[in-house]
């Protein structure tokens, strides 16, 4: 596990810029990623950075009240799902995540702590408010996502 400092937003958008240049990388079907800390701490902000990074050019929302938008991409799928206002475990099952749709699908969790049923992630972030902007700790499983 990594530590990173952001000291700004700034910072988590060149994060999520480095994040996306590895995600276009890596030859996998399906790349999962889970992003977990207390509100405002930048988890939709990375996430917004990472699908803007690889080609989406319109806003990207927070799914904070519709629990998951997608971006397609062409070859590339992006589901980005929030749980934080849900109290349905099962929730997630609706958006069927293990359809195979297109060359690459990249499903990014916030709060998948709230998951009954645990899933693997290729990349976990950790975020964490500090006096000089957030803390973050990283846990890859995929070497190709290692920082």
């Known amino acids: 596990m990594k530590s990173i400092i952001l000291k700004d937003n700034e910072a ?5 810029k480095i994040i996306a240049s590895k ?6 079907p399906s790349v999962e990623i889970h992003l977990e800390g207390d509100l405002g701490t930048g988890k ?7 699908i803007k990074s690889c ?3 319109q806003h990207v929302k ?3 009240y519709t629990l998951c938008e ?3 991409l062409g070859e590339m ?5 929030d749980l934080y206002r849900t109290n349905e475990a099962d929730d997630i099952l609706i958006f069927d995540l293990e359809r195979k749709t ?4 990249i499903i990014i969790i916030e709060w998948p702590q709230k998951l009954t049923n645990e899933r693997e992630f290729d990349l976990k972030i950790c975020f964490k408010h500090i006096d000089n902007g957030r803390e973050i700790s990283i846990m890859s499983k995929e070497k190709k996502l290692m920082f």
């Not at 939709?44 to 990472?50: D, K, P």
């Open 12 to 16: 988590t958008i060149e994060l999520g």
């Open 23 to 28: 995600i276009k990388k890596i030859n996998k």
């Open 44 to 50: 939709t902000s990375l996430t917004r950075a990472i």
């Open 55 to 57: 080609g989406w050019s």
């Open 62 to 64: 927070s799914p904070t």
């Open 70 to 72: 997608e971006y397609d």
């Open 77 to 81: 799928l992006f589901l980005h799902i």
């Open 102 to 105: 297109h060359a690459k699908k």
